[in-house]
């Protein structure tokens, strides 16, 4: 960077401890020096931020306003040093002052303002948009408590609040001058004015939204974007002597809201709750951030009319769909139009992606909690049904099915789905089977009606976060052999290729792997007090706890291993940790049932000295952004082994390949394209595939005690869940798990399971051959250039959101 002096850089971080701690530096401890050293490089944020601004303002630039509940942003520090491109600088300045930027680095509480993947998603988004130099802002919730602490006791989840604002947050910057006014509940009245019906909101509570501003920096380029978050606060704090009897209520009710609505994130992934006051979360931010945006709009454009052509709202998922109502009601209520012109600027302005196909995850609100939170937008909303019905109805004159499969209000529910796909001029998939899937079956009907609104969107991870922060060692590597470019420019990597069979650098490219695993070995021993070996093949499977990812078949396959090493001590059989990090929702029995496996699962073998140590388990507490940047780097082999058709596209499989592991995984999601891109023998395929999953699906499943009875091996995995092996005895410990997969086996995990251990053979076998193995997974890192956010975002941009870059000069 080159407005950075390291001696002024010194001198800043010396002063802010004094300035905040009144300490000197050499009392201050290291989070205090992390405080201050956060303050020191946000000094060298705020110009650019100002400029980027005023370069956006001056442009009047189309802008797209990122609607997410969640942004799983993990820890700032690092990520803001690297895109400054000062991060060796500041390095540099704090080893001077006696300090190591490492440890520095991890006094930052994760920002973990997420579940997994579409929050992370949301969080690569916003970084590739300010490298990209496109206007965008994230819009979200200022959650108290972020995503729950992992802890094990016991060999059980416990969860433990996320406090992550105590110490504050150096980053972020309150806008009280942008407050605006959220209302629920009271009643709608219809007054008269001058010949004109005007819908007046009456009785209700009102909570004040102030946002809190974080800078998104962009990498090298002066660009720093707004990740603005919303807290709550109490319209009027109460006096006691002030209120009759019902305003005081009101006071208290109102009070109350404001402390609930923004306390903690839903710690539900995939999983719908149908919480009223997850519905209030969704008003709250999504009623602010468009107020918000309108009154922006306002000041820089004389006609609302052009709001389709300076502003996008991008919805991430149906969490923030009451946008289109919420958009209405504005255009209606407080702009006056008509309401055929308020819907055509809505359905222009209005874009929705699609993450999931899982049934379970649709939100869908019953209609009275729903009228009774918010009566004015559904009102809104009980006319765009009303209209849309017609619609459907002239489409296809007296099927009753069409209706019932796409209605917005149906079954006394409100369909937040079929809300988004009516009110929005993009529906979009995360990966090209799963956006297959949506045309052709979940969504059929919605294609069919309009099918040049839908497309395919395939994921991506930002590599600033996921190589040059997280793996030091193979980015300098992949620098000196060619060149930096591929920090904003990712397929450069693909000049790797020609060293894959080149001798040297595949002795480089392992060194370095070998590096990696040590690291994590010392955070293993450290975290969880496991010795493993760095030369034995580090498996890994990181992500949310869910039956559809199948950790069960994983763990499974491991019980199975571990009868085998019993019978056979001398197998031939190269050493493996198999290495898990989950979190299970609170509610999800049979996720944390699952956990309680895993744990007792090694707790067996790895103290069973009779197997040499040649199979560990580890389960690693409290998996997230931080300790997942460790776990990457460090990988061998990436599990992505979900039921073929569920996993919409997983991020965490791209996270792998770029940081070289090969994947083992099912055609399921992206896992296909990596595929394409690396070739199948660089990867270890099995099991069904979604057409195959879906046929089983729809000709009512199969029948899993057919495989229980037929093949001894799972037969007795099975059975060891219910004889006490890894339960000391227990025999009810985990018959849950035996009577679901034998009994049901709803994600087809015993029928894939000879095809998983037929592929955990292949990765074990090809292990040996060292120059295979560092070509194979040299090409991953190679051929990961397709996976960049930036490439999704570049493609959102140009087709979605139409936008134009901005250059930005100090
Ligand atoms: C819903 C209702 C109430 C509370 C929570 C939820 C909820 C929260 C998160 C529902 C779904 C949530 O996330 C779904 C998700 O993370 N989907 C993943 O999205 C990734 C990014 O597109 C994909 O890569 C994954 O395949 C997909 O599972």
New binding site residues.
Partial sequence: MADFDKESFKKDVINNVKNLFRKTIDEATQEQVFQAVSYAVKDHIIDRWIATQKAYEEKNAKTVYYLS??FLMGRALGNNMINLTCYEQVKEALAELGFDLNVIEDQEPDAAL????????AACFLDSLATLNYPAYGCGIRYRYGMFKQAIENGYQIEKPDNWLKNGNPFEVKRPEYEVEVKFGGYVATECREGKNYFVHKDYQAVRAIPYDLPIIGYGNNVVNTLRIWDAEPVQEFNLNSFDKGEYQNAVEQANLARNIVEVL?P??????G?EL?LKQQYFFVSASVQRAILKFKENNADIHDLPNKVTFQLN?T?PTVTVAELMRILVDEENLEWDDAWDITCRTCAY?N??I?AE?L?KWPIDLFQKLLPRVYQIVDEINRRFVLKIEDMYPGNQDKVRSMAILYDGQVKMAHLAIAGSYSVNG??KL?TEILKKRELRDFYEMRPEQFNNKT?GITQRRFLLHANPLLADWATKKVGDGWITDLPVLEGLKKYATDKKAQKEFMDIKYKNKVRLAEYIKEHNGIDVDPNSIFDVQVK?LHEYKRQQLNILHVMHLYNELKANPDMDFEPTTFIFGAKAAAGYKTAKLTIKLINSVADVINNDKSIKGKIKVVFIENYRVSNAEIIFAAADVSEQISTASR?????GNMKFMLNGAVTLGTMD??NVEIVEEVGKENAFIFGLSAEEVMKYEKDGGYYPMDIYNSNPKVKKVLDQLVDGTYSNGDKELFRDLYDSLVMKDVYFTLKDFDSYADAQKRVNKAYKDKANWAKMVMLNTACAGKFSSDRTIEEYAQEIWKLEKVEVTL
Wanted: glycine share 16%; net charge negative; hydrophobic share 25%.
């Fill in positions: 509940m969640e997420g579940n997994g993947g579409l929050g992370r998603l839903y539900n992934d995939n999983h719908y709750s919480k997850r998922d969490h992606t993450h999931t899982m995850a939100e995360v990966a799963h994921n949310r996993e919409a596209s997983g991020t999601g992206a």
